[in-house]
């Protein structure tokens, strides 16, 4: 899949995607943004994973005091550098998720949103092993996935994206039960709080889980 982002919808195309959601969904986007940024400090060096065109890093720089987005599709990272400008507190670097070229304990927060563990399909117990390498302790890793409920109005963005020809056409007899799928191979699952609990007792880790907006439901992991 992260061949499906950094060859089929990047940069420009990455963006379309956003500019097509409906009220609801932008909604969402919104409520999302608003949670990471109450639980960041003016002190913090943030770690955005998947941060695709900068959307959501250009956002957390209201508050943290360094903000950091990588990527694997070089097409949305020039977009973001081209967007930031000189004057950004962003740094956009083209990088694996899986292979963070950072020293350990580099960052006070590293956040994967509107999710990324799922869409990114990789090793999801590697993911969350890597961020937490290079998160401080007593720093926190947040990560979301899409809430059960929130399934109408996620089958409608997609909807309204392969409308546009930004994703394949859906495949309604395989999509179903969380599963978004595309007649062109995108793929997007989600977890379920069940699964996410299954995920952290994997890695030994403690999590607290938060639905917001009834769109999100949000992994909060603190670094002990």
């Given at each position: 899949?992260?061949?499906?982002?950094?060859?089929?919808?990047?940069?420009r195309?990455?963006?379309?995607?956003?500019?097509v959601?409906?009220?609801?969904?932008?909604?969402?986007?919104?409520?999302?943004?608003?949670?990471?940024l109450?639980?960041?400090?003016?002190?913090?060096?943030?770690?955005e994973?998947?941060?695709?065109?900068?959307?959501?890093?250009?956002?957390?720089?209201e508050?943290?005091?360094?903000?950091?987005?990588?990527?694997?599709?070089?097409?949305?990272?020039?977009?973001?550098?081209e967007?930031?400008?000189?004057?950004s507190?962003?740094?956009?670097?083209?990088?694996?998720?899986?292979?963070?070229?950072f020293?350990?304990?580099?960052f006070?927060?590293v956040?994967?949103?509107?999710n990324?563990?799922?869409?990114?399909?990789v090793?999801?117990?590697?993911?969350?092993?890597?961020?937490l390498?290079?998160?401080?302790?007593?720093?926190?890793?947040?990560?979301?996935?899409?809430?059960?409920?929130?399934?109408?109005h996620?089958?409608?963005?997609?909807?309204?994206?392969?409308?546009?020809?930004?994703?394949?056409?859906?495949?309604?007899?395989?999509?179903?039960?969380?599963?978004?799928?595309?007649?062109?191979?995108?793929?997007?699952?989600q977890?379920?709080?069940?699964?996410?609990?299954?995920?952290?007792?994997?890695?030994?880790?403690?999590?607290?889980?938060?639905?917001?907006?009834?769109?999100?439901?949000?992994?909060?992991?603190?670094?002990?």
């Open positions: 899949m992260a061949s499906y982002y950094s060859k089929s919808l990047a940069g195309r990455l963006e379309r995607c956003y500019q959601a409906s009220p609801r969904v932008r909604q969402y986007l919104e409520a999302e943004i608003r949670h990471v109450q639980r960041l400090h003016p002190e913090d060096t943030a770690l994973l998947g941060c695709g065109y900068g959307r959501v890093a250009f956002r957390l720089a508050v943290a005091g360094r903000v950091v987005g990588i990527d694997s599709a070089a097409e949305s990272i020039d977009l973001a550098l967007l930031a400008g000189e004057a507190r962003c740094e956009f670097l083209e990088m694996d998720a899986l292979d963070l070229e020293p350990d304990a580099e006070d927060a956040i994967c949103v509107q990324g563990i799922c869409a990114f399909r090793d999801q117990e590697a993911l969350l092993r890597e961020a390498r290079v998160t401080r302790a007593g720093g926190r890793l947040l990560f979301s996935t899409y809430a059960e409920r929130f399934w109408p996620r089958l409608e963005w997609f909807e309204a994206q392969a409308a546009e020809g930004l994703v394949g056409p859906i495949d309604h007899e395989a999509s179903g039960g969380g599963v978004i799928v595309c007649e062109d191979g995108f793929r997007s699952g977890l379920t709080p069940k699964d996410i609990q299954a995920l952290c007792a994997g890695l030994g880790i403690v999590a607290e889980l938060t639905e917001v907006d009834g769109s999100s439901l949000f992994c909060e992991i603190i670094k002990r």
